[in-house]
């Protein structure tokens, strides 16, 4: 998804801000999938495209609440909520004064104006990276559904309990036993996205390949695990360096915002993963793999 298209989902919530609108609806006329839309919209601009209609919509009722004389139950059903109460809670959060308040002089109210993205020139910084090309690639894994809306949410730890879930009921050792030792590397699997899906995939798994334990692989199927398989597809690999996944989310944030926009490649519908390396290098938290294709116009 490039900056432009951005512009473009900023530029339809706004011709649409008091119709019933989702970020689905969004995704839609941008002809994204709603997982990489959600995905790619929030670590460009650093919250979730609701959020950004729910944030817009609060700001214009309070400044038509100021100058109209539009009811408290009007505007709340005009800007997308389902009652009064529910549209005054809201709208207290948000600004820290009640929708009878904002009528009188002197309310204190937040504005949130719309969004412009612009391309600003930073000098020096450097993002290290390596391209590697990939035939077809198989995994076996625990593999869970998860809700788009979890993306860049820092409130959200649902992957991470997933992980420490799998470590307390022991699904990750009986893993890496189907390996050798000095390849017991453990990948973090996310599902290509997918047209108008509200969910996504991540499993936790190994490779498989002539060194695998292929009877092994055989009987944890039998127990409930996956077999993921991937396309052929060319990589951009990221190492993600320090103590906590706060990096992974880093690495993303970059590669929208810088690597896409200077390079002329373009995220493909693959599976992208972080590998997490048996005996990696000092510092090294994982390796962000992210399927990329050339986009057209290069």
Request: with cysteine; net charge negative.
């Amino acid at each position: 998804m490039s900056i432009q298209w951005i512009q473009q989902a900023i530029n339809y919530m706004e011709l649409h801000m008091c119709e019933d609108i989702h970020y689905e609806d969004v995704a839609r006329h941008v002809h994204m999938s709603n997982y990489n839309f959600h995905r790619t919209f929030s670590f460009v601009t650093g919250m979730t495209a609701n959020e950004y209609i729910r944030s817009r919509r609060l700001t214009l009722a309070a400044q038509e609440l100021q100058t109209t004389d539009i009811s408290v139950i009007d505007a709340a059903f005009k800007y997308g909520y389902e009652s009064p109460e529910s549209f005054s809670k809201a709208f207290s959060r948000f600004h820290g004064s009640t929708p009878k308040q904002a009528k009188l002089n002197g309310a204190r109210l937040h504005l949130f104006n719309p969004l412009l993205i612009k391309i600003i020139l930073e000098g020096g910084s450097v993002m290290d990276y390596r391209m590697e090309h990939k035939k077809q690639q198989q995994f076996v894994a625990m593999v869970r559904d998860f809700p788009n809306e979890i993306i860049n949410d820092d409130d959200d730890h649902s992957v991470s309990d997933f992980w420490a879930e799998c470590y307390k009921r022991d699904l990750i050792e009986p893993m890496r036993q189907l390996r050798a030792d000095g390849k017991k590397d453990l990948y973090g699997l996310c599902s290509p996205a997918r047209d108008n899906e509200t969910h996504f995939k991540y499993g936790i798994g190994v490779f498989i390949d002539e060194d695998t334990d292929m009877a092994g692989v055989q009987r944890l199927l039998e127990k409930g695990y996956t077999k993921w398989k991937t396309e052929p597809a060319d990589y951009a690999v990221f190492q993600c360096m320090g103590a906590d996944g706060d990096c992974i989310s880093e690495t993303w944030s970059k590669f929208y915002k810088e690597f896409l926009p200077q390079t002329g490649y373009e995220q493909t519908d693959e599976t992208d993963y972080e590998i997490y390396y048996e005996k990696g290098e000092s510092g090294l938290f994982c390796e962000l793999w992210i399927p990329v294709g050339r986009t057209a116009s290069v």
